[in-house]
């Protein structure tokens, strides 16, 4: 997809040295050079209101804290051999540690299409209520132990 090329190529290093963006890459084990895939994290709110009821029952009605996968991308070439899958379940995990520290209740997805709304549909991800095609899913919380290593 053109627009996720564009990224890695052009933008990502300037979000990078902004902070606007963590960016965590896969490469090849023979060509460490060559980038398989992507994804970037950075820290979001999401509205309260944007969540399903059976969210917000539990919930005040500010600004929920949350992880953004801003953007993630698998190479044409490395397609649906379950790299996006190692990606996504790498951001969470990376998201769930980062929230023994930074309080965060859900991790928040753009999908670019329809296909990549259906990819995380798969792993439990549900539409915000908003206008925006944001997706989320709620946090877990485990103990710490559960996740290092
Ligand atoms: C969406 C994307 C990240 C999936 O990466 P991937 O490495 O091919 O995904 P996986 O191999 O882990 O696939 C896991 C499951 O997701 C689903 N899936 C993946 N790609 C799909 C597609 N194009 N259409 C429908 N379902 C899809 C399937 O259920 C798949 O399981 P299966 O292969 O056993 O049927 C990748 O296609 C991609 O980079 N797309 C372009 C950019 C994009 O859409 N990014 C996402 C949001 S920015």
Known sequence: M??????IRQQAS?????VMARVFV???ADH???????YTLSAATVSAGDLP???????????VPAALVGRLAV?????RRGLGS??????VKKTMLAAQTVAMTVIAVDPIDDA??????AFGFRSLLGPERRMFLALPTLKRDSLEG
């Not at 009821?53 to 600004?63: E, F, N, S, V």
């Not at 190479?75 to 397609?79: L, N, Y």
């Not at 190692?86 to 951001?91: E, K, N, T, V």
């Open 53 to 63: 009821p059976d969210m917000t029952q539990r919930l005040p009605k500010y600004p």
């Open 75 to 79: 190479d044409r070439t490395a397609a």
């Open 86 to 91: 190692l990606l996504l379940a790498d951001a």
């Open 116 to 121: 990549a709304r259906r990819f995380y549909e």
């Open 2 to 7: 053109e627009s996720l090329d564009r990224y």
């Open 26 to 28: 896969a490469v090849s």
């Open 14 to 18: 300037q979000d990078m040295r902004r």
């Open 32 to 38: 460490p050079d060559r980038i398989l895939g992507y």
